[in-house]
């Protein structure tokens, strides 16, 4: 059907859909069209769900990973392994080491990545955050889990400068990644080796 015949409240559906990233308006109009013909319930469903995540997500305000509470999942749950901080560049990098199940400390979300092009520095960054949680928190270790590419290795190289003064150790994940690799998107065996292969910084 021929974009100018979609409905009002149709082309709103498509419209918003091929804004998600990976969805092209072709794949946009395939799901519209689901969410059309699917029951009632489904789609509102779906509606509400959208609803409750900008209502109630939030970030921790320990790691900033997604909490609904003060504190997320991770550092409200008894027996993870305190002393040891994994540092995240985002919230999804966090979901895909947990998806591996293999990790069993805290975490920490940067929000980015050092960008001198994109103009992130340092101050943009929960950098501060980090050192202070390692002063406080009787950190022994720091992980630092950030994506192969040039962002991800000068943030890295940055933040193994200023933790190292506070006397904690400090490593990285060893890549089977390729350079430019992302974390979020590598297979579960590949992400597995890189977590439990560190090397120091
Ligand atoms: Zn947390």
Redesign the pocket.
């Known amino acids: 059907m021929p974009k100018n015949a979609y409905p009002a409240a149709l082309k709103r559906v498509v419209a918003a859909l091929s804004k998600l990233p990976g969805v092209g308006e072709k794949t946009a109009a395939r799901l519209a069209m689901h969410l059309l013909r699917a029951p009632e319930g489904e789609a509102l469903e779906l509606g509400n769900a959208l609803m409750e995540l900008k209502e109630k997500i939030q970030l ?1 305000r ?2 900033f ?1 997604f ?1 609904d509470q003060e ?2 999942p ?2 409200a749950e008894a027996g993870r392994r305190q002393g040891q901080i994994m540092v995240v560049a985002e919230p999804g990098d966090l979901l895909a080491i947990e998806k591996v199940g293999w990790y069993q400390g805290l ?1 920490h979300v940067l929000g980015g990545l050092l960008s001198p092009i994109e103009g992130v520095g340092p101050d943009d960054l929960r950098l501060m955050e980090l050192l202070d949680r390692v002063m406080k928190e009787e950190v022994q270790e720091v992980i630092l889990a950030l994506n192969p590419s040039l962002e991800g290795e000068s943030t890295t190289t940055y933040l193994a400068q200023e933790l190292k003064p506070l006397g904690v150790k400090v490593s990285r994940i060893a890549y089977g990644l390729p350079m430019g690799g992302d974390i979020k998107y590598a297979d579960q065996q590949t992400l597995k080796e890189a977590l439990s292969h560190r090397v120091a910084t």
């Open positions: 921790c320990r790691c990973a909490a504190s997320c991770i550092c975490y």
